[in-house]
């Protein structure tokens, strides 16, 4: 089999580090890892598993506690960690999967808005892998959860082709853990910064 034209590593230590996510709770070891740079990376790397049968497991920043980034037997990693050019506007932002989401959100308050769903690993998580996840965090209760903010998600399916699916449409990939597809880029909504006040009582 000819490798496509992407980074792949599969020495011990790289092996060792993608077999498991933050869970440590079980391992499988893949027989490498893909690292795209780019849309055209990734999905050269889809098709190459599905023509030859492959298993592929899709990674973010590997913080995940329920398994979702551990690779299948016999499969690889497609890693989108060096997918991660971003770009922040009024009410939204739109970013390649592997962005992590702490950056977005410090660039998000520069003009006065914030991430609403926002997991405790915000800050070496991707934003792909929490939609992947359908994050939520310490502020659930008030805005949700990832999917609930979804404008647009662009998805190479497992086939290889590549797909932009609206709010609706993209509620299926929220939560699917990679199942369904490798997300490559998301356009989310973000809320307005609030205000916060400090009170300090003082008595005798």
Known sequence: ????KVEFRKTDDI???YSQDASRWYRVKPLGVFFPKNLEEAQKCVEFCYKNGIPITPRGGGSGLTGGAVPENGGVVISTEKMKNFS???GFFISEAGAISGEIEKK???IGYTLPAQPSSLNFSTIGGNVAADAAGLRSVKYGSARDYILELEVILPDGKIKTFGP????LF????????????????LVKLKKRKTFVFLSE
Not at 1 to 4: I, S
Not at 178 to 188: A, E, N, P, Y
């Open 168 to 171: 609706e449409e993209s509620q």
């Open 88 to 90: 922040v506007e009024e």
């Open 174 to 189: 929220a939560g699917s853990e990679g199942t369904l597809g490798l997300i490559s880029k998301v356009k989310m909504k």
């Open 15 to 17: 092996l060792e580090v």
């Open 108 to 110: 998000a308050n520069k």
């Open 1 to 4: 089999m000819k490798l496509p």
